[in-house]
C-alpha cells in the first residue's frame, strides 16, 4: 500500500490512528527494513512523446526500463520496504486551463504503475503543486530517491520527502555540470546545482565517466556513488516471466550489421557512409523513437540496408545480428544495447568515449579518436573534434538551440539530419565492421570473449544497490 496521507479526505483514515509514515525517531536495528519512496515522472510509463524538428531524443525504453528495473529491484528486496511512489506530471503546467494531460484538480490520482516483468506498483500523480499540498512534511522515510535529475524533480523530492538520505539517479549528461546539458542557462544553473549538491544527497551515475564528469565540473561538491544498470537487476529476467533465462541464449548465426535507433546523434551519419564503402555488407536499422522519418528515407535509399520498426521481442532482432554498431556522435553516459547483445555472444563495434566505452568490453571493438560531435545543445554537428576535445573545449554557458534567430538556427539544425561522414571520419567503424564480417570465425571467438566479460559485470555487480542504499542510513 501507499501512504494514507495522500488519500482524499472522504477516504483518510482516523487521523487519531497511528501511521506508518510519520517520523520514526527510533534508533535503527540491522534488521529494519529500509523506507524507500520515490519521485518517478510520467516519462517511465507514458508512451506518449512530443517531437520538434530539432529533438534529438525522446525518453528511450533503455531509461524507461532502468527505471522500472529499479522499482521491481526494491519490492524484491528483503531489506527494503516501498513507502510510496509519487509520479510527477511535470508536463502539465496547473496554471493554464487547457491540456492534454488527464489530471485530477482536487489533488493527486491514484494510479496503478505497469512495472515491466513485476507486479503493479500503486503510486499518487499529480502536478508539483498537487504533490506538494498532499504530502509535504507528512511523508517521512529513510531514503527518497528521484528517478530524473531535473531540477524540478530534485526540488519536488527534496520539498516533498523528509529523508536521511536523498538520492537522484544520474543516467545522462544533462546537468548543470560540464557542456552537454540541453536545458540549462545562466538562471537555472544555480539553483540546480544547489538542489545536487545538498549535503544528505547522492547522485548514483550509471558510469564511471560520469562519476569523473560530476567531480571535475562540480570540483568535488556533488557526492557521487558508481551505480550501473546491472546492480538492480536490469539485465536480469524477471522471476515472475514466463520466458528467458540468465545468460540468454547464444545469438551467433546472424547475417547483419544491426544499428539501433539511427539518428544523428546515434551515429546516422556514419552509417550511412558504411553503407557505400561496404556494398556487400547487409545493414539492419531499428527504427525507435529516436528515428525520424527524414532518418528512414536516407537509409532505404540505399540497398543494403533493411530497415525495421523496434520491437519488445529484442532477441528475434539479436538472432538476425552478427556484429552490433554503435557509432554514437554524441555523449553516452552507458550502453545497455551493447550489454544485452554482448551477454548474447554478439561483439559490439562502437565509439571509444563517456560511458559508452564502460558498456563494450573488448577495448579493441572500441573506435578512438572520432573526429565528429553531434552538440546536444545546439542539435548541430562538429566537425573536426572528438568527444574528449569537445568536453574540455565547449562552453557550458553557450546558447541552445532556441536562441539564436530561427533563419541562421534552423538550416543548422536540419543539416544534422542530413549529415554524412566522410571515408576519413568513418575510417575506424568501417575498418572493424569489415574485418568481422569477413572472418566467422574471428567473429564469434570475439563474441564468446564479450558474452564472458558481459556475464561477470551483470554478477558482480548483483544486488549492489540494495546494499548501497542501506550503507546511505546506516
Not at 530517491?145 to 531535473?150: F, G, N, T
Not at 538476425?320 to 556522435?329: E, G, K, V
Request: charged content about 25%; hydrophobic content about 40%; overall charge negative.
Amino acid at each position: 500500500s501507499t501512504s494514507d496521507l495522500l488519500l482524499r479526505p472522504e477516504a483518510a483514515p482516523d487521523p487519531s490512528a497511528p501511521s506508518r509514515y510519520a517520523p520514526d525517531h527510533r534508533a535503527r536495528s540491522s534488521t529494519d527494513p529500509v523506507r524507500v519512496a520515490i519521485v518517478a515522472t510520467q516519462d517511465e510509463f507514458d508512451e506518449t512523446c512530443i517531437f520538434d524538428m530539432g529533438m534529438v531524443s525522446n525518453t528511450g525504453n533503455g531509461r524507461r526500463y532502468a527505471a522500472q528495473a529499479l522499482i521491481r529491484e526494491i519490492v524484491a528486496a528483503k531489506d527494503l520496504e516501498l513507502a510510496a511512489v509519487l509520479l510527477y506530471d511535470w508536463k502539465n503546467n496547473e496554471t493554464e486551463k487547457e491540456s492534454g494531460w488527464l489530471v485530477p484538480t482536487e489533488g493527486p490520482e491514484r494510479v496503478a504503475l505497469s512495472v515491466r516483468g513485476g507486479s503493479p506498483v500503486v503510486a499518487w500523480r499529480g502536478t508539483m503543486g498537487q504533490l506538494l499540498g498532499a504530502a509535504s512534511g507528512e511523508l517521512h522515510v529513510d531514503v527518497a530517491v528521484s528517478i530524473q535529475a531535473r531540477r524540478s524533480a530534485v526540488e519536488l523530492m527534496h520539498n516533498c520527502i523528509s529523508a536521511k538520505r536523498y538520492v537522484v539517479m544520474g543516467h545522462d549528461y544533462n546537468l548543470p555540470y560540464g557542456p552537454w546539458g540541453m536545458e540549462v542557462d545562466a538562471e537555472t544553473i544555480p539553483p540546480h546545482k544547489k538542489a545536487l549538491e545538498e549535503e544528505r544527497t547522492t547522485m548514483f551515475c550509471t558510469s564511471q565517466h560520469l562519476v569523473g564528469l560530476l567531480a571535475r565540473f562540480s570540483s568535488g561538491r556533488v557526492r557521487t556513488r558508481l551505480c550501473y544498470c546491472a546492480d538492480y537487476g536490469y539485465f536480469d529476467p524477471p522471476p515472475d516471466m514466463s520466458t528467458g533465462s540468465f545468460p540468454p541464449k547464444v545469438c551467433e548465426d546472424g547475417d547483419c550489421v544491426t544499428m539501433i535507433s539511427p539518428c544523428p546523434s546515434k551515429g546516422l551519419p556514419v552509417i550511412l557512409r558504411l553503407a557505400l564503402m561496404l556494398p556487400d555488407t547487409r545493414f539492419l536499422c531499428v527504427s525507435t523513437g529516436w528515428t525520424k522519418t527524414l532518418h528512414e528515407v536516407q537509409l532505404r535509399a540505399h540497398p543494403n540496408i533493411e530497415v525495421v520498426q523496434g520491437t519488445d521481442d529484442i532477441d528475434a532482432l539479436y538472432r538476425r545480428t552478427a556484429l552490433l554498431l554503435m557509432p554514437s556522435l554524441w555523449a553516452e553516459s552507458f550502453g545497455l544495447v551493447a550489454v544485452e547483445a554482448q551477454l548474447r555472444g554478439i561483439p559490439v563495434v562502437s565509439t571509444d568515449a563517456c560511458g559508452l566505452s564502460e558498456a563494450n568490453f573488448l577495448s579493441e571493438l572500441r573506435v578512438p579518436g572520432v573526429p565528429l560531435v553531434h552538440d546536444s545543445r545546439t542539435r548541430h554537428m562538429l566537425r573536426g573534434t572528438t568527444m574528449k576535445e569537445a568536453e574540455g573545449s565547449l562552453d557550458p554557458l553557450r546558447p541552445g538551440h532556441e536562441s539564436t534567430d530561427e533563419g541562421v538556427q534552423r538550416p543548422l539544425v536540419q543539416t544534422a539530419h542530413t549529415f554524412i561522414a566522410t571515408e576519413a571520419e568513418a575510417s575506424g567503424f568501417a575498418t572493424r565492421v569489415r574485418s568481422l564480417m569477413g572472418d566467422a570465425k574471428r567473429r564469434r571467438e570475439l563474441g564468446r570473449q564479450a558474452k564472458e566479460l558481459a556475464i561477470r559485470h551483470v554478477e558482480e555487480r548483483r544486488g549492489r544497490f540494495v546494499g548501497m542504499l542501506r550503507e546511505l542510513v546506516e
